[in-house]
């Protein structure tokens, strides 16, 4: 039959059915591509999502901040950044070294014995040219001496009071509310008596000086001579431990300069230690109280968290645990 049928019909019928198919292949062609810029999409989406989702950002600032406190612990500095402060750490001073204080533990108290020979140095030695601005006498008692013996020690000094009856200033001995004595009534007096300089207050020197109570003791020990190629003018004295090595003031311990009542040997480094020991206490007098109350808190606030976890497992155990079930009603017509 196709046999009898033109060519043109022929002709007609193959161009319909290309024309036809043309549209069906367009449609799986763009189905294929959209199903494969959805499957792109969705895994761009997921990409993005992940980069710039909060997790990541803070694991990768935790990550550049843990390196660069790292590198900062390891080298001291970050190269890229520089210096910034005034001087360099050559002329810092000698880096002194880590001694195993009485106090440096986290439960560890003053050695109080050695506050109380501190002291003494520090009357004998210290209190000539530096101010111990912030201790009263009532501040001793208790710490390194007796009420009695704090009194007496008060009454030894003489203050200025006033006005009495007649709108005079008087004199009077010392009591417990009284501050420790200064050594010169202002700061230009001070000045003049030590060529220029002025002796810092003593009551936070362990606090304002980097290193603590290690430069400290490194500083009143570490008195030399100076190198070869090194010159130190008229009236200084060099010290490595000290910025730039010239130190106005010069050493002044040495052995058996005071004598201790417990019968310790005063030397050089004992001194220094004990001198060390009272200036830490004075700069921070409240430091045994404080670990005191703070094993108390630890202990106490220990003691609430178990029993808030207790209550609480108690309280929602029977709420978390309990088993909800719905049974439909039953339609009882059919």
């Not at 950044?81 to 440096?104: C, D, R, T």
């Not at 111990?132 to 001793?140: E, M, P, Q, T, V």
């Not at 001995?173 to 007096?189: C, I, Q, T, V």
């Amino acid at each position: 039959m196709l046999q009898k049928l033109p060519a043109a019909a022929l002709n007609r019928a193959g161009a319909f059915a290309a024309a036809r198919a043309a549209p069906l292949r367009t449609t799986q062609r763009l189905g294929s591509q959209a199903r494969f810029a959805s499957s792109t999409a969705e895994s761009s989406n997921a990409f993005q999502s992940l980069v710039y989702s909060r997790a990541t950002l803070a694991s990768a600032t935790l990550v550049a901040a843990g390196s660069i406190a790292w590198y900062t612990h390891l080298y001291g500095t970050l190269p890229f950044i520089g210096e910034v402060h005034a001087s360099s750490p050559a002329e810092a001073g000698l880096h002194p070294a880590a001694y195993p204080w009485s106090n440096k533990g986290w439960l560890d108290s003053f050695d109080h014995a050695s506050i109380r020979r501190g002291y003494l140095v520090y009357k004998e030695v210290c209190a000539a040219c530096h101010s111990l601005d912030r201790i009263a006498w009532r501040n001793l008692v208790g710490v390194s001496h007796a009420v009695d013996e704090v009194k007496a020690l008060a009454e030894e000094v003489e203050y200025t009071d006033g006005p009495n009856d007649q709108g005079e200033m008087f004199q009077r001995p010392g009591k417990l509310s009284d501050y420790l004595p200064r050594p010169y009534p202002n700061d230009e007096a001070a000045r003049a008596s030590n060529q220029g300089a002025l002796p810092p207050d003593l009551s936070l020197i362990i606090k304002a000086r980097h290193g603590g109570a290690d430069y400290l003791f490194s500083l009143l020990t570490g008195y030399v001579d100076p190198p070869a190629g090194v010159e130190i003018r008229e009236g200084m004295n060099y010290n490595p431990y000290f910025p730039g090595g010239a130190i106005s003031m010069p050493r002044v311990l040495f052995d058996d300069l005071v004598e201790y009542d417990d019968g310790t040997a005063a030397t050089t480094s004992q001194m220094a230690k004990d001198v060390t020991t009272f200036l830490s206490w004075a700069a921070e007098p409240e430091h045994d109280e404080r670990k005191k109350i703070g094993i108390k808190a630890v202990i106490l606030f220990s003691t609430l968290t178990a029993l808030s976890l207790y209550v609480k497992r108690f309280k929602w155990a029977v709420i978390k645990n309990r088993k909800i079930v719905y049974h439909p009603p039953v339609d009882k017509t059919h």
